[in-house]
């Protein structure tokens, strides 16, 4: 049984700074592609980053490009999101996914989710 465990959601101040994890169980997920989205109250399920296997190809969704930085450390079986001037709008329920490829990713084909961690910015 795989299991995906995110960490580090806190409240930070609009501009802040906040890096999230994602340590993976059960198996390794070192030939899975890995990814982040984020669902805020009243609003669906949003795509915010994918990094590839080999961590060779990254795609960010265009509210987040510039801003935030998803990497990966197969020793550790750890994906991180790194997120840099945070914004009220940020505000959500942050979740870490894995899926076979890259693409399927994208499009919310999703092997396993985690639980989810909250972020919450305040302006």
């Known amino acids: 049984q795989v299991q995906l465990v995110e960490s580090g959601g806190a409240l930070v101040q609009a501009g802040g700074s906040l890096r999230l994890s994602c340590a993976a169980s059960?198996?390794?997920?070192?030939?899975?592609?890995m990814g982040w989205f984020r669902q805020a109250p009243g609003k669906e399920r949003e795509f915010l980053a994918v990094?590839?296997?080999?961590?060779?190809?990254?795609a960010y969704a265009d509210t987040v490009k510039g801003r935030f930085t998803i990497s990966r450390d197969n020793a550790k079986n750890t994906v991180y999101l790194q997120m840099n001037g945070l914004r009220p709008e940020d505000t959500a329920v942050y979740y870490c996914?894995?899926?076979?490829?890259?693409?399927?990713?994208?499009?919310?084909?999703?092997?396993?989710w985690g639980q989810g961690t909250q972020v919450t910015v305040s302006s």
């Open positions: 990094i590839s296997w080999n961590s060779i190809t990254t």
């Open positions: 059960g198996r390794t997920l070192d030939t899975w592609a």
């Open positions: 996914a894995a899926a076979i490829n890259t693409s399927r990713l994208r499009t919310g084909a999703i092997q396993y």
